[in-house]
């Protein structure tokens, strides 16, 4: 593995005008909302592009579906195609719960290394929510992908190798382990953190934002969550001096006036940060957090501008992104054109972003809020929404691109 200090100058992929991108439908009611999302994008680069941009769709086989014709829930066809194209859009993929791999989403982000899960948070106008001011919300999550209990070790209770971990910390720690207990190793490096804060980082200073927060439990788990704090502050201090200053500088030698072009690094501990999305979300911009704490804190925000249906998201890595639906697959709608495809729409707003066409991007995001506005939208939206008129899931990717 590349052990280099993460470049804060790298440079974006480039990609042609006629891109080839490989999709995987995903499973259950993936294919529905991949269905309404192709529309939606087709017609974005269409309008922005007058025909001089398109996009070469390519099907890979992940999931239920790459089991049934492949025998394997990720051939490795369908990463090899990835890596040779450096993209790829999802829809939700099942988690074999009996066999196969232990999950094909993880399984996905380790292969290709997509060391970064992004996930924007920003309140459509309109999306019913249990927030009273969601428009306050508009953060990015940054949740290190690779590595935390995500990627660790376990034995099974009373196992054999559980036996000799619990034998071996009494006979070196003097610690007693219930001899009943499942064991599990969490293991986070300073080579992933450094290279997850950089991203945020670069991604604060490209977009104006004036803050980096990082989010652990360092306050107990001191050498892996605390860690994770002492290397983001290294990192900023190593590789972005020039931009950065931590929250003690910015009070005392500032007077907490954020000088122009620079963003704070600051830390929060992971259970306080909960409180603070909640009673203070405008004061947050960037958040940066190891893999657990990251898929907590992102999904409760997702929750906060009106749940999963409208939340986008995206894994990157080094050369390599896939960006996907960030809710399950809902197999009890599949085929029934109902579910809200927002989602996986975003997702491939964010795909637009990262290739360099944001214009295309930004069609997109308009015509879902101009969507919501017009309180077209699917049943889950619909029945919290006074007068509003339900659509199916591929009449929602219509009512977008008509809104444009």
Not at 91 to 119: M, W
Not at 209 to 218: A, M, N
């Amino acid at each position: 593995m590349n052990t280099h200090h993460p470049d804060p100058k790298s440079d974006p992929p480039k990609f042609p005008d006629t891109p080839e991108i490989p999709y995987i439908e995903g499973d259950g009611t993936g294919p529905d909302i991949w269905k309404a999302t192709r529309h939606v994008l087709d017609a974005a680069v269409e309008r922005a592009y007058g025909g001089k941009r398109y996009i070469r769709w390519k099907e890979v086989l992940a999931g239920e579906k790459a089991f049934k014709e492949a025998g394997s829930f990720l051939p490795d066809d369908t990463l090899e195609v990835i890596r040779s194209l450096g993209i790829a859009i999802k829809g939700p993929l099942t988690t074999p719960v009996s066999g196969g791999i232990r999950s094909v989403n993880v399984a996905l982000r380790q292969e290709l290394d997509l060391y970064a899960c992004v996930r924007p948070v920003q309140y459509i106008p309109g999306v019913p929510s249990p927030m009273r001011f969601p428009e306050k919300v508009n953060m990015v999550v940054f949740r290190e992908n690779t590595e935390d209990v995500y990627t660790g070790l376990e034995w099974a209770a009373e196992s054999p190798f559980a036996r000799k971990i619990i034998d071996w910390v009494e006979a070196e720690t003097k610690r007693k382990i219930r001899s009943d207990s499942g064991i599990g190793i969490k293991h986070m490096s300073r080579f992933g953190t450094r290279r997850l804060v950089a991203m945020a980082i670069r991604y604060a200073l490209e977009h104006k934002c004036s803050s980096v927060t990082l989010v652990h439990k360092g306050n107990i788990m001191k050498f892996t969550e605390g860690a994770f704090r002492i290397w983001g502050y290294e990192l900023a201090r190593e590789v972005f001096f020039e931009d950065t200053l931590t929250e003690d500088a910015l009070l005392n030698e500032y007077g907490g006036i954020l000088p122009e072009g620079k963003v704070v690094i600051r830390d929060r501990i992971a259970d306080a940060m909960f409180q603070q999305i909640l009673l203070r979300p405008d004061e947050y911009g960037v958040l940066a957090m190891p893999n657990l704490n990251g898929d907590y804190i992102s999904d409760a925000l997702a929750a906060m501008v009106g749940g999963l249906g409208m939340a986008p998201g995206a894994n990157i890595g080094d050369g390599y992104a896939v960006f996907e639906a960030t809710h399950g697959t809902a197999p009890k709608y599949a085929g029934l054109d109902k579910v809200n495809p927002g989602s996986l729409i975003l997702s491939g707003a964010l795909m637009l972003d990262y290739m360099g066409w944001t214009e295309a991007g930004a069609l997109v995001r308009r015509g879902v809020r101009r969507a919501v506005s017009k309180k077209h939208v699917t049943y889950d939206l619909a029945r919290q929404m006074e007068g509003a008129v339900e659509v199916s899931c591929s009449g929602f990717g219509r009512v977008v691109v008509d809104h444009f």
